[in-house]
């Protein structure tokens, strides 16, 4: 089943405790992207990848760090987070960039709370 | 750089009524326009999408939506609600200048009353 999973679904932790939420993707796709979605804002987007090894930062990439080694990760780092980075995190992948017409396939999310 | 904006957060309608859920956009060249679904605790699902071609586009679940350039709007419709199209809805825009920046609405949550 062609599937985004991101892990863990939930999470909470504390101010300043590094955390990592992995992505993986089956779809052989090029581009993939994380977005966070807080009420009344809809998804903005943290960072993106066009391909293995290339990445760049999209509108709130603050406090955030991605890795693109291989083609099916992309894992979001937050190095050292803080409560303003509490909200509901989305993964998605494509088969090309957004600048075709290709959509977007979602993961389930993340909800990270930041004590 | 291309903007969505969707009038209305909550839409409530009776079940078996009109669905309406309005979408604007703005974008200096022809758009990609794309309506997605959330239902609780899941991911976003495509329902529909606009690229080139009939205005007119036809989506999952009997929904459907109309580009009109005109009126710089990409509304989405259904004739008649079910209870099980209660959800978030948004709209979304990319264009080929685009750099890779997909626009999302705010939102719009969709409740359907029996």
Redesign the interface.
């Known amino acids: 089943e062609a599937q985004?999973t991101q892990n863990p679904r939930y999470l909470i932790t504390v101010t300043g405790k590094k955390l990592t939420v992995t992505c993986s993707q089956n779809m052989n796709h090029e581009?993939m992207?994380w977005?966070r979605q807080d009420p009344?804002?809809?998804?903005?987007?943290i960072y993106?990848s066009?391909n293995v090894e290339v990445t760049?930062k999209?509108?709130v990439p603050e406090g955030y760090k991605v890795s693109r080694k291989e083609k099916r990760n992309f894992p979001l780092i937050l190095e050292s987070p803080s409560p303003n980075q509490t909200s509901l995190y989305?993964c998605?992948s494509s088969l090309r960039?957004?600048?075709?017409?290709q959509?977007?396939?979602?993961?389930?999310?993340t909800r990270l709370s930041i004590l | 750089a291309q903007s969505v904006t969707q009038l209305g957060s909550h839409v409530s309608v009776s079940e078996g009524a009109l669905v309406l859920l309005r979408c604007n956009y703005s974008s200096s060249v022809p758009p990609y326009l794309f309506w997605y679904v959330q239902y609780p605790n899941q991911g976003l699902q495509l329902l529909l999408k606009y690229t080139t071609g009939a205005t007119l586009v036809k989506g999952i679940n009997g929904f459907e939506a109309e580009f009109k350039k005109s009126e710089t709007s990409f509304h989405l419709t259904k004739p008649s609600a079910h209870m099980s199209d209660a959800a978030e809805y948004f709209c979304a825009v990319s264009d080929f200048d685009s750099n890779n920046d997909m626009r999302f609405g705010a939102g719009t949550r969709l409740t359907v009353k029996p």
Do not use: E, K
Request: proline content about 3%; cysteine-free.
């Open positions: 985004v581009y992207s977005y009344g804002l809809g998804l903005r987007q993106y066009m760049d999209g509108d989305f998605a960039g957004t600048d075709s017409n959509p977007q396939h979602f993961g389930d999310g």
